[in-house]
């Protein structure tokens, strides 16, 4: 049962405060970074922006579809195609790791 008598807690502690300041820190950083950038490179730099978001967009939507094509694998009970894939993936690796080894 929820208790609705007890209220907020309105205090915030040590690492409250910590992890507040350090998200403002990272977040002007990024922030000073892309006008630096602009500064620097022009209006190129927006163009760069709208790449890497473009980039990041795709990458976000391909771990959604992997992530369902698991999902349904798993709730289907194909154990086997989930065997047989990470098998072949282990066999497409080795010759990129002997390369890297080289």
Same mark, same amino acid.
């Given at each position: 049962? !929820?208790?609705?008598?007890?209220? #907020?807690?309105?205090? $915030?502690?040590?690492?409250? @405060?910590?992890?507040?300041? *350090? ?27 709208? !790449?890497?978001?473009?980039?990041? #967009?795709?990458?976000? $939507?391909?771990?959604?579809? @992997?992530?369902?094509?698991? *999902? ?31």
């Amino acid at each position: 049962m !929820i208790n609705l008598e007890r209220g #907020l807690k309105r205090e $915030l502690s040590f690492l409250d @405060l910590t992890m507040s300041s *350090l998200g403002a820190i990272i977040g002007s950083g990024w922030l000073f970074a892309a006008f630096t950038a602009a500064y620097i490179a022009g209006p190129s730099a927006i163009f760069s922006w709208v !790449i890497g978001g473009v980039i990041v #967009l795709l990458i976000g $939507l391909v771990y959604a579809e @992997l992530d369902q094509w698991f *999902l349904d694998m798993l709730q289907t009970g194909n154990w086997s195609g989930l065997r047989a894939v990470s098998a072949q993936m282990v066999e497409q690796a080795k010759p990129d790791a002997l390369w890297q080894l080289a």
